[in-house]
């Protein structure tokens, strides 16, 4: 089987790169390639739903730029192809007095990158937004949403495949190798089957690096993964959440804290929570794969992080194992929670391409080498960003392939 382009990982990015991909060339013959048996079956169907706004992003970097346009795009693909979506907005909450510099700077951020209709709240106004949140001070992000990115994520796979009638969904198909052949294209051996291709685009997420190193990347980063686990309210308690509810992130750690999120669905999630995970597919809090633990940890940017963020580490690993520990940490927006409204949820996790220093805050990293293009680093706001990624990519395909 020959094709002018394999897409390998289907996921929202994946998708998103077909179907733009799909879009702009109708006459290209393009294969996506997935190793589960359905498509945004790892990160895309295991997040939080949510749209995000672009609040947190450094002004010009490409998750500023992709998260605010991918946004508008999400949203508006959303309603033409009846995705469940609601663009409800969110309040981000100062609890403390020691978080109103940081909040200021997302404040600053956020009009940066020109977040539209955003607003600085006082402890008054937050509880008329969110009647049972105790915060002193918050902003009002109305342009932040939900939606369901795997519902999206199958909608731009069928609207690609609808372009091209020689077009192909190859799922169960685990990539085990890259060959290159004489005349500069490339032969993709699955488990299952072999492909042919012009030119390679990998959104393969989780095992990013792994597949980069497989067509000849020098890689020198690896790939991290971080398990966030989910409660969820009860019937009891979903009334004390109106919309989503965030904290004050904070600065001296990689990730946004544990949040409030009502789902397309009606049920509303707490969490998540960021533990180091021992296997990169792992749902389970026991989940383990010697080889991903191996990777991990005899990789020094982990040891980097780990002795960064020790105290965070230790403190989200109990968390990880205590309910009382989790409810402690939500009832610092909404101290009114008990134990009865809260109850174990999904779990998640998160790909960080991690640097050697340790550093987890890379912007997305999108690279081309040889005949190919590698999504190496696309955390969260990918979700949100993925049709301006995939647009992003076909630029980049424009660029360095000859396409016609």
Known sequence: MTFDIAIIGGGIVGAATFYKMQKKYPHLKIALIEKEDKLADHQTGHNSGVIHSGLYYKPGSLKAK???????????????????HDVCGKVVVATDESELPFMEKIYNIGLENKIEGLKKLTGEEVKEHEPHVEGIAGLLVPCTGIID?????????????????????????EVTEIKKNNDATSTVVTSKDSFQAKYLVFCAGLQADRMAKKDGVDLKERVVGFRGDYYELTEQGKHKVKHLIYPVPNPDFPFLGVHFTRMTNGDIECGPNAVFTFKREGYGKTDFSLRDTWDALTYRGTWKLFFKNMKFGINEYRRAFSKKLFLKTLQRLIPSLTMDDIEPGRAGVRALLLRQDGDTRDDFRIEYHGNAIHVLNAPSPA????????????????EKFELN
């Open 66 to 84: 992709n998260c605010i346009e991918g946004r508008h795009e999400l949203v508006a693909f959303a309603k033409e192809h009846g995705i469940e």
């Open 149 to 173: 990115f795997v519902g999206a994520t199958n909608k731009m796979a069928e609207l690609a495949l609808a372009l091209q009638t020689e077009s192909k969904l190859f799922l169960g198909h």
């Open 383 to 398: 979700a949100t960003a993925s049709l301006a990624i995939g647009e992003y990519i076909v630029e980049k395909a424009e």
